[in-house]
């Protein structure tokens, strides 16, 4: 099991995930968390890389991930 941050309904959250025989990223949970609770620095970049990437709206057992606005 693998996990990053990213949000999640508009709220900053690990994500849990598997990786399938095509190297697919099924996510299987995850859970909203706060940004203070993660002091370093290292913690703080993690959150700003993975939250640029990981985008999602969580709506009836689904995750769907969110397109980027220009």
Request: charged share 35%; aromatic share 18%; hydrophobic share 30%.
């Amino acid at each position: 099991m693998f996990w990053c941050f990213a949000i999640v309904n508009n709220k900053l959250a690990e994500i849990f995930f598997d990786k399938d025989s095509n190297e697919e990223s099924l996510i299987t949970g995850h859970c909203y968390v706060k940004r203070q609770d993660y002091r370093t620095k290292q913690e703080q970049h993690w959150i700003d890389q993975d939250t640029k990437k990981a985008r999602f709206f969580f709506k009836k057992g689904e995750y769907k991930p969110i397109k980027k606005q220009r």
